[in-house]
């Protein structure tokens, strides 16, 4: 995963150190040396995280943060700030500012590059939701605070040692949050299930149980993958902080614990929580009517063409590739001739499930018309989108769909590939190329994917039947 970052600092040894150390890592940078040009450039260039300064002549960081965090154009940006201030005070001054973590200088190079990639993700996938909500109104355009404005909420605590739980808590109810208690990670999943927290908040040592191990569970819960989650641990524990990271903590505290700095991190978390669920809700109302198809709940083909030329124009900006599926149904006429449309349906709705089961949050699925699917994926090459097509494939392979008095119906489909490389090209010959390998697909046996960066059919991943 790689993303645009923006540096923020008036010493330029520091930018420099910075640049280097994240272009290795392959982002991209852009540099500001004063909180004026900062606010330019993040308005101009829309980076996909900042790294701000505190200390700065005339325009500080605070208030470059608490502007950022203010304007409709920035506001879901994330930003770390930077510093050499060490104080609890200053901390929550940034938080409260806006800021999504606070890292003391020099930073930690895998706390630094866990955050990034972490803090990311996170925004690629409020993206998403920005311009899906944006094809239909201009909801998107509000900031996280006018969508948002409240920061209390139902608050799960996993904490093992007794002491620290009812101190924790005491100190979340103070602050007007409900708390839900639990010692072990097996009563968190059982109370996460029944409460549905807008924040977890659960200690890296559980005694006997490991705090990850409980993180990868709550990310593979379909329901429950988007609450964010707090960790606590010791200053020893930063090595495990990386893989916390990545595999889904979304925030940390390093004990001993002060209880501002709780209060500021809880409110952050709780009120992106809120804003990713109203964009949910927002998207959810928008476009159940008019932009899903009614048979099979996916988005039909008005609202795939306008989210495409979208998301071609967002991949011709940032120079990354995206790429296309059609899919269609093999033998479909057929189905419909000897079984009756009421099985054609049934089939139309089965594929759809499974598509839209096997992609990522990021990817649309839509109807493009009678038993054709297709399917964008933003940030994705040819060899990727290659791979993703016959996992498809497969799934789609092992549906069985059953047929009254007689052996279950097989279903497969033929599926052509085709990526654009963030270059200027149209949606409608991006769909035609998807098509035309499409064509081959059918052309050559039916139940196989075809790229349309391929010279012959016969390829390896072309030839599976």
Same mark, same amino acid.
């Given at each position: ?5 923006? $540096? ?5 040894? =520091? ?41 700065? @002549? ?7 943060? &608490? ?5 409709? &154009? ?31 200088? @020099? ?12 803090? $990311?993700?996170?925004?690629?996938? $409020? ?9 239909? #109104? ?26 620290? *739980? ?10 007007? +949050? ?47 993958? +988007? ?7 010791? #200053? ?19 004990? @001993? ?9 809880? *409110? ?13 809700? !927002? ?24 989210? !495409?030329? %979208? &998301? ?20 479909? %006429?057929?189905? =419909?001739? &000897?079984?009756? +449309? ?15 089961? =096997?992609?990522?949050?990021? #990817? ?40 009254? /008095? ?29 098509? /035309? ?9 039916? =139940?196989?994917?075809?790229? #349309?960066?391929?010279?012959? @059919? ?8």
């Amino acid at each position: 995963m790689t993303g645009r970052i923006l $540096i923020v600092d008036d010493v330029e040894a =520091n930018v420099k150190l910075l640049e280097a150390k994240l272009t290795s890592e392959y982002f991209d940078i852009l540099t500001a040396h004063d909180g004026e040009t900062a606010l330019e450039v993040a308005r101009s260039q829309s980076p996909d995280l900042i790294l701000l300064d505190v200390m700065m @002549p005339g325009m500080d960081g605070i208030e470059v943060c &608490r502007i950022l965090r203010g304007d409709s &154009r920035t506001a879901h940006i994330p930003i770390v700030m930077l510093t050499a201030l060490s104080d609890i005070e200053d901390r929550v001054r940034g938080l409260e500012a806006g800021a999504d973590d606070f890292l003391s200088k @020099p930073a930690n190079d895998l706390t630094l590059f866990s955050r990034v990639r972490s803090l $990311i993700r996170l925004k690629m996938m $409020i993206d998403e939701l920005r311009t899906r909500q944006s094809t239909t #109104d201009d909801a998107a355009g509000l900031t996280m605070a006018e969508i948002a404005p409240e920061a209390d909420g139902g608050i799960l605590l996993i904490e093992a040692d007794a002491i620290q *739980r009812e101190n924790l808590s005491a100190k979340l109810e103070a602050a007007g +949050h409900g708390v839900f208690l639990a010692e072990t990670a097996q009563e968190g999943m059982a109370l996460a299930r029944d409460k549905d927290p807008d924040l977890v908040i659960v200690a890296l040592d559980l005694g006997a149980e490991d705090g990850l191990r409980f993180v990868s569970q709550l990310r593979s819960d379909e329901r429950l993958r +988007h609450v964010p989650v707090l960790m606590l641990l010791d #200053d020893y524990d930063l090595a495990r902080l990386a893989k916390g990271l990545d595999i889904g903590v979304t925030d940390y505290l390093i004990k @001993p614990i002060d209880g501002n700095e709780l209060q500021a991190r809880v *409110r952050t978390q709780v009120r992106r929580r809120r804003y990713h669920e109203k964009l949910r809700e !927002l998207l959810d109302q928008s476009v159940s009517m008019a932009y899903t198809d009614g048979l099979t709940g996916v988005y039909n083909r008005r609202y795939l063409e306008s989210h !495409l030329d %979208k &998301r071609l124009a967002a991949a011709s900006a940032s120079g990354k590739p995206l790429s296309v599926m059609m899919i269609d149904i093999d033998s479909f %006429k057929a189905f =419909n001739d &000897r079984y009756g +449309h009421a099985l054609g349906d049934l089939v139309l709705r089965a594929v759809a499930a499974a598509l839209s089961d =096997n992609v990522r949050n990021i #990817d649309l699925v839509a109807r493009y018309g009678g038993e054709e699917f297709a399917v964008v994926m933003p940030d994705t090459g040819a060899d990727g989108a290659l791979l993703v097509a016959e996992r498809l494939r497969d799934k789609i392979d092992e549906l069985r769909v059953a047929v009254e /008095g007689q052996e279950d119906l097989r279903v497969t489909v033929s599926i052509g590939v085709a990526t654009a490389m963030g270059g200027s090209e149209s949606a409608s010959l991006l769909q035609k190329r998807a098509d /035309g390998a499409l064509y081959r697909a059918k052309g050559t046996g039916r =139940n196989r994917v075809i790229s #349309d960066e391929l010279d012959r @059919p016969e390829s390896a991943l072309a030839a599976r039947a």
